[in-house]
């Protein structure tokens, strides 16, 4: 299964069509199609197996074919073919349908009548059959059946079709997910169980938050599962869509209970995830994340502007995203979405960008094996907060993305760990530092663990609600680090205020808690006019001090602990104001013994540090995301990436003798004491500093 874990090329050959369209593979040619896949370099290709109607593009006992296909096995064409070329195939399906209205999920809010009323069928469908009855959907009008209905049987049931006639390397379901609440047939007894009323309301629902993300969640996780059980019969890999939990809420399904039916997490970028909290460096948090989970980590870029399929995305997008998954341990990486055109050819220029996308991923593919990352930060992720905190609000997101975003900015070098993962304060030793970014949701056992780290010597920052929930989001008393972060929880208040700062007092926004601390005030709070802002936005007029303290640090055994006490990543996430970024980096200077890596380049210069033990090296990826001023939109793609020149990066140097070469940029080095100082003239897209140890120091190691 080593496969799975080594940076490979990823293609994954969306096949789109329409169940009435007349140029539906109308140049079916399964050699060309082949050829074609060969030819951008792929190592890995996914090959859709039923559609986004609920088609099956093979001849199937439970779903109807697509009848321009005329009988022939595209599934079976294609993955004979690849694999006399040694590659590695996935068979996929998708979770949307065209046949079962229904079957289709009822959004809160809608008419059933209106959400399931049958669309005009197809000329070719057979009206006395159910699994037959296809409708004539247009493009885009995808129907999503409940995750509670019939569909999910039926899922598992092609899942083994497939998997027992074909045996794929892997197997993947698509787009199993909605963000909505269903009040179905299907669903609703177990709603009213929940809301304890037949009149089901977002207020009902957001006042049994717990209960119902409780059995969202275990039902999505029971549909992933059961497919997932079929594959391991046949010991298939499952690479189903998991998306990106850190863009989307609870609600869509994707809860740390899917973890143990995925193979491989799989996350699509869609161009930065559409989401709001989203930007330059969302594939780079996102692979990060992925690692936390114990997951190899594959991602997709969609190949195609958001606006207008079947056309190519810039190369320097693909650079962007490459770059990214380079510098941060990706696996898998490659296309997705609207692909090949519905006659099954695909645009030259989209083939060319994506084998120019292949062959800069695999530079320096030495690089990536068996390194691990050395970051001496460690960035608190925790599921049960995604879950249960503010009933899915995102507040929680905000916050991680403001800190994540601020030490990519910083040239910090992080990783980001899991709170229901760490179970030994061993595993917190070798980092320097631990952010707990608003982790309102946290176990008695992890306060345990961090707080054993802490007194043993280790250095925590926590920020607003950290800990004040427990793992099932059930309020406690007191914070669950009170005696860690050495504050007392008091209550809190939402508004504008002003921090006590040398020289005049700065502006903030959030939500303040008010804490008792028995360490040093840092930062004390400063009241604003309380007659409002003179022109209607947050006014920073400072008045007289406050009554509570912004921010603390204090002592713990032989450790630290700062506690911010107020959500200011999320403040950071939403404005980007310089000062509160740069109070930011203070906290988290003042808690570090040094910085790992000092830096000079501009701050949109990603700086990860990675060691390999076999090979003996440390590894500096630089991965540049110097846009022009006109910022990318998700209206306005990437078309350059700007060279950013002479970067300095100081380090202790790793081993005696250190020997320091460059990947895709001249590099030069010299030592001044214990220090390596390495300048790099010119960063273009990606570059790499390999220090690897002299021959005078491998002659010390064998004697």
């Known amino acids: 299964m080593d496969w799975v874990n080594t940076r490979s090329r990823l293609y994954w050959y969306d096949q789109y069509a329409l169940n009435e369209q007349e140029s539906a593979f109308a140049r079916y040619d399964p050699d060309r199609i082949a050829a074609e896949l060969v030819g951008v370099g792929a190592d890995i290709v996914a090959v859709y197996a039923a559609n986004q109607y609920g088609i099956a593009y ?69 009206p006395t059959d159910p699994d037959r009855r296809v409708q004539a959907l247009p493009g885009g009008a995808w129907q ?79 549909v992933v599962a059961n497919v997932t059980a079929v594959l391991r019969e046949q010991g298939v890999v499952a690479a189903h869509n998991a998306f990106a939990p850190l863009y989307v809420g609870a609600i869509w399904g994707q809860d740390i209970a899917w973890l143990d039916s995925l193979g491989v997490f799989l996350s699509e970028c869609f161009d930065r995830f559409l989401a709001p909290t989203s930007d330059l460096n969302s594939t780079s948090i996102n692979v990060r994340w992925q690692h936390s989970v114990g997951k190899p980590s594959w991602t997709l870029l969609t190949q195609h502007p958001i606006h207008y399929a079947h056309w190519p995305v810039s190369k320097a997008l693909w650079e962007v995203c490459a770059a990214a998954c380079k510098a941060n341990g990706g696996k ?90 760490a179970s030994d304060p061993a595993g917190l030793g070798q980092y320097d530092l631990v952010i707990l970014p608003n982790c309102a949701c946290l176990s008695d056992e992890f306060c345990r663990v961090l707080g054993d780290y802490v007194r043993g010597g280790g250095r925590v920052l926590a920020t607003a609600k950290t800990s004040l929930w427990d793992e099932r989001g059930k309020r406690r008393a007191d914070l669950g680090l009170a005696e860690t972060l050495g504050v007392s929880w008091r209550g809190s208040r939402e508004g504008h205020f002003a921090l006590s700062r040398p020289g005049e007092a700065e502006p903030a926004s959030g939500i303040l808690e008010q804490v008792a601390s028995s360490g040093k005030v840092t930062a004390h709070l400063v009241e604003v006019d309380p007659a409002g802002s003179v022109c209607g936005t947050k006014d920073p007029l400072p008045m007289q001090a406050g009554a509570w303290p912004v921010a603390a640090r204090s002592s713990c055994g032989k450790g630290v602990a700062c506690y911010l006490a107020f959500d200011v990543g999320r403040y950071f996430s ?62 306005r793609q990437i078309t350059e990436i700007i060279p950013v020149h002479d970067v300095e990066v100081a380090l202790d140097a790793p081993y005696p003798d250190a020997v ?44």
């Open 332 to 421: 898998a990486f490659g296309p997705c979405g609207v692909g090949a055109r519905p006659d099954t050819t695909t645009s030259p220029g989209m083939l060319e960008a994506v084998r120019h996308a292949f062959d800069f991923y695999m530079q320096d593919a030495d690089l990536d094996r068996d390194a691990r990352s050395a970051a001496r930060i460690a960035l608190v992720f925790s599921w049960a907060t995604r879950k249960y905190f503010g009933a899915g609000d995102g507040q929680w997101l905000e916050e991680l993305s403001g800190w994540a975003r601020l030490l990519i900015e910083e040239h910090l070098p992080y990783d980001i760990v899991t709170a229901e993962h």
């Open 58 to 126: 093979y001849p199937s006992a439970i779903l109807p074919q697509h009848p321009h296909l005329q009988g022939r096995d595209y599934v079976g064409d294609l993955l004979t073919r690849l694999r006399a070329h040694g590659k590695r195939v996935i068979l996929y399906t998708n979770w949307l349908d065209s046949k079962h209205p229904e079957w289709n999920m009822v959004p809160l809010g809608c008419n059933p009548a209106v959400v399931r009323a049958p669309e005009r069928l197809a000329s070719w469908a057979d």
């Open 144 to 222: 999503v059946p409940c995750l509670n209905s019939p569909r999910a049987a039926q899922v598992v049931a092609i899942a083994r079709e497939i998997v027992e006639r074909y045996r794929p390397d892997a197997f993947h379901l698509d787009m199993f997910s909605n963000g909505e609440v269903c009040v179905c047939d299907y669903c609703r007894p177990a709603l009213e169980r929940i809301c304890r009323t037949s009149e089901i309301t977002r207020e009902a629902i957001r006042e049994h938050w717990g209960e119902f993300i409780d059995w969202r969640c275990s039902r999505s996780a029971a």
């Open 660 to 703: 320091v070469t460059g990947r895709q940029a001249q590099v030069s080095a010299r030592r001044e004491g214990d220090r390596l100082l390495v300048h790099v003239p010119v960063v273009r897209a990606y570059a790499a500093i390999v220090i690897e140890p002299g021959k005078a120091a491998g002659s010390d190691r064998g004697r």
């Open 574 to 635: 939403m404005h980007g104001d310089a000062h509160i970024g740069a109070w930011m980096t203070e906290q988290v200077e003042a808690l570090l013994p040094g910085r790992q890596v000092v830096v000079t380049a501009p701050r949109t210069v990603e700086v990860t540090v990675w060691r390999q033990t076999d090979a003996e090296r440390t590894i500096i990826h630089l991965a540049n995301r110097t846009a022009p001023w006109t910022l990318p939109t998700d209206a």
